[in-house]
């Protein structure tokens, strides 16, 4: 088989959300919290994920901070459920905003 013949194309998203209460900018729910709540979700949902913790930096209306940030990876995902997975998880969170990217890859299991 070609190499070219192992790849398939597909939409890969990702969902940025940092652990900052919007009303207290204080870290309420730590990495572990998100981490079992993601879990509970996705089994629900059958929803393939993986799960980078990183440090993330923003102005908002009190000024720049820092904080916890979060990158949920989703591929074999529709746009729509991708979509009510991010909204879901913000409300959870109760953050201001979180991010989605969506873009084209090529992938294959080996």
Same mark, same amino acid.
């Given at each position: 088989?070609?190499?070219? &013949?192992?790849?398939?194309?597909s939409?890969?998203? $990702? +969902?940025? *959300?940092?652990?900052?209460?919007?009303?207290?900018? $204080?870290? +309420?729910?730590?990495?572990?919290?998100?981490?079992?709540? #993601?879990?509970? *979700?996705?089994?629900?949902?059958?929803?393939?994920?993986?799960?980078?913790?990183? #440090?993330g930096?923003?102005?908002?209306?009190?000024?720049?901070?820092? &904080?916890?940030?979060?990158?949920? *990876?989703?591929?074999?995902? /529709? $746009?729509?459920?991708?979509?009510?997975?991010?909204?879901?998880?913000?409300?959870?969170?109760?953050? /201001?905003?979180?991010?989605?990217?969506?873009? $084209?890859? &090529?992938?294959?299991?080996?």
């Amino acid at each position: 088989m070609r190499q070219e &013949e192992l790849f398939n194309r597909s939409m890969k998203y $990702e +969902i940025f *959300i940092g652990i900052k209460d919007k009303d207290s900018y $204080e870290e +309420i729910l730590n990495v572990d919290d998100f981490k079992a709540m #993601l879990t509970e *979700i996705c089994t629900e949902k059958q929803i393939s994920f993986s799960l980078l913790t990183q #440090l993330g930096g923003y102005t908002h209306n009190k000024g720049y901070t820092t &904080e916890t940030s979060l990158r949920i *990876i989703l591929i074999g995902i /529709d $746009e729509a459920e991708a979509l009510r997975l991010g909204e879901r998880l913000k409300e959870k969170i109760n953050t /201001d905003t979180i991010m989605i990217t969506k873009s $084209e890859i &090529e992938s294959a299991f080996l």
